[in-house]
């Protein structure tokens, strides 16, 4: 079975500071993908980042960035120039191929940028 | 840009009354799933539904829970007879098919649902 560890459950960033967000995972599959989801006060889930394993290289989204570390099975999400906006909550997911698959969840990190 | 919306976005029921939880997918998605996470707990999957029928579920969803898409727009879970243990938020998701992002699931933000 396929598992999401979030080790952090809130953190706390100065608005305009970097913030990483940390997630690792445990599977025996070589090709899989991994998200992550921000949830805000406002409850929509939006997808922040997505990375396939296959990819070495690591997926970036304007501010957002993913440290992948395959070997290691990590896959950390680092928020450059924290706003006041990026005020959610954080959930990496795992989902193995083929892609009708359910999501596996880590139990979120809740994050605060404080101005 | 097209959104997943669910309807209500509380509810609140006596144990062992029925519930439907209602969800509007994006509108070229052909996947759906529920999901529930209970209150300082992870997000965990219940059912995932294609083609009119239900591809894979997951152990919560036990013979109280059931989906269906009555008219081709909306996509609903009820639960038959609710238990104080089924009080928790409901996510819907949908995905798509054959582009690059078919993988990626959009969820809405969710029913929060308590049972007293």
């Known amino acids: 079975a396929q598992t999401v560890t979030q080790s952090q459950p809130e953190m706390s960033v100065q608005e305009a500071e970097t913030v990483t967000l940390s997630c690792t995972y445990d599977?025996?599959?070589?090709?899989?993908?991994l998200f992550w989801y921000k949830q805000p006060p406002s409850r929509q889930m939006i997808l922040v980042i997505r990375?396939?394993?296959?990819?070495?290289q690591n997926a970036t989204e304007n501010r957002f960035s993913v440290n992948f570390q395959k070997a290691a099975k990590s896959f950390s999400l680092k928020i450059s120039d924290s706003q006041l906006g990026d005020t959610a909550m954080y959930f990496c997911?795992?989902?193995?191929?083929?892609?009708?698959?359910?999501?596996?969840f880590g139990t979120g990190t809740s994050l605060t940028v404080i101005p | 840009e097209p959104e997943v919306t669910q309807t209500p976005s509380h509810q609140v029921t006596q144990m062992g009354q029925e519930v439907i939880l209602r969800c509007v997918p994006i509108?070229?998605?052909?996947?759906f799933y529920w999901y529930r996470q209970i209150l300082g707990q992870k997000v965990e999957f219940l059912v995932s539904?294609?083609?009119?029928?239900?591809?894979?579920k997951s152990e919560i969803f036990d013979d109280q829970f059931s989906v269906e898409r009555p008219d081709g727009s909306n996509f609903t879970l009820k639960i038959r007879s609710t238990k104080l243990e089924d009080s928790a938020m409901y996510f819907c998701?949908?995905?798509?098919?054959?582009?690059?992002?078919?993988?990626?699931?959009?969820f809405g933000p969710g029913t929060r649902l308590l049972v007293l």
């Open positions: 599977t025996s599959e070589s090709n899989y993908y």
């Open positions: 998701a949908s995905r798509g098919r054959g582009s690059s992002n078919a993988e990626t699931q959009y």
């Open positions: 509108s070229n998605h052909l996947y």
């Open positions: 539904f294609y083609n009119n029928e239900i591809s894979e």
């Open positions: 990375q396939e394993a296959y990819k070495q």
């Open positions: 997911a795992f989902m193995k191929p083929p892609t009708g698959n359910q999501f596996y």
